[in-house]
């Protein structure tokens, strides 16, 4: 299953308004249709934004773009059942445990990697970390035979 970050879809939705709804109603719009998202009712969002689209040019083939973007990930935006299984809805954690199991060793202080280095330590802090440093070298052992 592929959750896509609740932050990068309302950049999404941000440039839709911006697009699509005059200027005096974007603010009440772009809230009314971030509460849509945030629960995951894509399609009651694309039914909103297809009554703002215009006739014709730019705005109306970028809105099409835009609005064919949360058509397409529908099933990857279903936020509140994703929050119902705990599931992250945000990059937030991933970008942290990044940072903390790789970025914290590979950038410490005085740190030069060759590509192979890099890689060779990234999956070992990444098997240490997750517990799972054993099976790494039956999985490894069981390759070379």
Known sequence: MHIIDLYHAFQHLHQLVTLLVPEKLRETIESQWAEL?????????????????????????????????????????????????????????????????????????????????ANAIIALRCCVCSRRFEQFWEDRASKTH
């Open 37 to 117: 998202l945030d629960h995951g009712d894509i399609e009651q969002l694309i039914q909103c934004a297809t009554q703002y689209l215009p006739r014709a040019g730019y705005p109306r083939d970028e809105g099409l773009t835009q609005i064919n973007y949360f058509r397409t990930n529908a099933q990857s935006m279903r936020y509140d059942a994703f929050r119902d299984k705990a599931f992250f809805v945000g990059s937030g954690v991933i970008e942290a445990g990044c940072k903390t199991v790789i970025g914290a060793r590979l950038k410490a202080s005085g740190m030069f990697w060759s590509e192979k280095g």
